[in-house]
């Protein structure tokens, strides 16, 4: 069977439950026959053993009349050998009967089914076979009487042993002959329909298995040509609810495939950029250091001065940019978990103005805190929200002119403590804005300047935290806004 396709498999199974049908229907067909001509041979005889019992006295008040009992057994054997006669007494017990020596097999037979014959049961009704203690046969039956009291019965059986011999024989040739010429039309019919139905019916599972193996040779262009095929939606079978979930996974596949593609490319673009990042630096870095190096003697005090500050600058970046790397990488790859604890949001937020403080007045800048009173303590990890609003208010100082202000708000809504930090600069480009969270590689220099991955490693740990962060379009300067569950 394992071997073997669907279609073979649902005819084989098709054809043998028409066999075991069509069995059973004719087992069913031969007891109700058998039925029906024993009811019709017993309605006939049902006055057989009565005529018996008034054709002569079999039993008087002494006992049994054996002169009148032999000659009634040779005459039955000699006018219907099919037919057994046997004497019985009140409880059924046999005192006289025709049979061979050895052949009587029941002392007695059961008076139950005689009263029921009797008292006019339907047909047929069935006793107990003297000859035969596993089986039970149609039967006449008339009640004996003797100076006016029931003395016994006259128990005939219609079907007897000569008669089952005879009929088992012709029974067995008749059964065999259509045994066989019906279970071998039945099943080169079942196997030929089934066949013929079976192969219509599978059409569309031999189609379907055959476009999900081209996925397996075609590739990915076989999983896009499959995820553009329509929807069938006038049938609703099994087959075709398949095919349209195989449609959808292709879908989902091919989804997932062109953003697998566009992170491969980003992330190639991201080394790039990366590499350039840092290469400009530490070639400015390595010019200067080697400057100073080749000319120190012929280099005045202030040119050495201003040389060493530019190497120092340039150092700088190169480990600030080192170190977001590095802090950026862990939050990708899960290395950094949020170790919450419940801490005052506002009272973190002060700290982090405080770290400003000097920074906005060199710029001229105002750093203002619009903070809704009540505001519940929150559940986060402390460094890392601190390391947010870090990001986010030093890219507004960057971003914002003299005299610029940069607000922070603080308000709770939807079982959020909500933080929107905004600034009075020129904002950020329209084409910038839809992929602002994302690697900057894809964006160019442009993008490097409005953010980078400082706001990238934001994001990073808002969504550690179950949240996320969202550019609001409000005018001027950029808004910012995230929220922090309660």
């Not at 009140?90 to 009967?97: M, P, V």
């Not at 476009?211 to 087959?239: I, W, Y």
């Not at 009173?373 to 990890?381: F, L």
Request: positive net charge; aromatic residues 6%.
């Amino acid at each position: 069977m394992k071997n073997l396709t669907l279609s073979q498999r649902l005819t084989l199974v098709f054809a043998s439950l028409l066999l075991l049908c069509c069995a059973l229907s004719g087992w069913i067909q031969f007891r109700s026959s058998i039925q029906y001509g024993d009811a019709m041979i017993q309605n006939l005889s049902r006055n057989l053993a009565d005529n018996i019992a008034h054709s002569s006295p079999l039993m008087n008040e002494q006992g049994i009349n054996q002169d009148a009992l032999k000659p009634l057994f040779d005459q039955m054997m000699a006018i219907n050998p099919s037919v057994e006669v046997y004497l019985l007494d009140k409880r059924g017990h046999i005192i006289a009967d025709a049979a061979p020596k050895g052949h009587l097999k029941r002392p007695m037979v059961d008076i139950a089914p005689l009263n029921a014959l009797l008292a006019g049961e339907k047909l047929p009704v069935y006793g107990d076979d003297p000859r035969n203690v596993s089986q039970q046969k149609i039967f006449s039956v008339a009640p004996l009487n003797a100076g006016g009291k029931q003395v016994g019965y006259l128990y005939v059986i219609l079907q007897g042993e000569h008669y089952n011999n005879l009929n088992m024989r012709a029974q067995a040739v008749s059964l065999r002959h259509f045994t066989y010429w019906s279970i071998g039309l039945i099943a080169l019919f079942g196997l030929v329909a089934g066949g013929c139905a079976f192969h219509w019916v599978t059409r569309p599972i031999r189609q379907l298995t055959a476009q999900v193996s081209h996925l397996d040779r075609g590739g990915v262009t076989a999983v896009k040509a499959l995820a553009a095929a329509p929807h069938e939606k006038k049938r609703k079978d099994e087959v075709t609810l398949l095919r349209n979930a195989f449609i959808d996974l292709a879908q989902r596949i091919a989804v997932q495939w062109e953003k697998l593609a566009s992170q491969d490319q980003q992330r190639r673009e991201f080394i790039a950029n990366i590499s350039h990042d840092l290469r400009t630096p530490l070639m400015s870095l390595h010019g200067y250091l080697e400057t100073l190096s080749v000319k120190a003697a012929s280099l005045k005090e202030e040119e050495r001065t201003r040389y060493l500050n530019i190497a120092l600058m340039q150092s700088h970046k190169v480990g600030q940019l080192s170190q977001q790397l590095f802090e950026l990488a862990r939050l990708e790859y899960g290395v950094v978990k949020p170790r919450k604890e419940l801490f005052s949001l506002y009272e973190l937020i002060q700290d982090v103005f405080q770290k400003f403080e000097l920074s906005a007045e060199t710029r001229k800048q105002r750093l203002v805190a619009d903070i809704q009173p009540g505001i519940p303590h929150v559940k986060a990890d402390l460094s890392m929200m601190e390391r947010v609003l870090t990001n986010l208010i030093d890219n507004a100082i960057k971003h914002t002119p003299e005299q610029g202000v940069i607000t922070l708000r603080l308000w709770t809504e939807a079982q959020q403590v909500m933080v929107q930090v905004k600034d009075s600069g020129p904002g950020i480009p329209q084409e910038l804005k839809a992929d602002l969270f994302e690697r900057p590689s894809i964006l160019g220099h442009a993008r490097r300047q409005n953010g980078g991955l400082g706001l990238m490693i934001v994001r990073r740990i808002l969504q550690l935290h179950g949240s996320d962060i969202a550019l609001i379009e409000e005018e001027p300067g950029a808004c910012f806004r995230f929220g922090i569950p309660l």
